[in-house]
């Protein structure tokens, strides 16, 4: 069992921050890339960006040079630090891990998320 708590989320006024974390626990070997996606009412379930445990990130452009992601391999804990929010920026934000885990004496790769956090930023 692999763990992902979110913390963070809030409402904010449009230009203002939000700092997301996520915690991972659990039977965890080692976890290779954590990101961030979001979910706004009646659509598609989105990317907004990720970070390799070498410390490579992938952002989305709708976002890019507002949000940085950064991350504690030691902590196995991401963040998502948001800057100049607006309001189309309003969603469920997710995170999520790939990662080797283990079950028992059994080892598998697997793609854990978190249970959600509404970031909700207001006009």
């Known amino acids: 069992q692999v763990q992902l708590v979110e913390s963070g989320g809030g409402l904010v006024q449009a230009g203002g921050s939000l700092r997301l974390s996520c915690a991972a626990s659990g039977n965890i070997l080692r976890i290779n890339t954590m990101g961030w996606y979001r979910q706004a009412p009646g659509k598609q379930r989105e990317l907004v960006a990720d970070?390799?445990?070498?410390?490579?990130?992938n952002t989305a452009d709708s976002v890019k040079g507002r949000f940085t992601i950064s991350r504690d391999n030691a902590k196995n804990t991401v963040y998502l630090q948001m800057n100049s929010l607006k309001p189309d920026d309003t969603a469920v934000y997710y995170c999520?891990?790939?990662?080797?885990?283990?079950?028992?004496?059994?080892?598998?790769?697997?793609?854990?998320w978190g249970q959600g956090t509404q970031v909700t930023v207001s006009s």
């Open positions: 970070i390799t445990n070498g410390g490579t990130t």
């Open positions: 999520n891990a790939d990662g080797t885990y283990f079950r028992g004496i059994y080892a598998y790769t697997g793609s854990s």
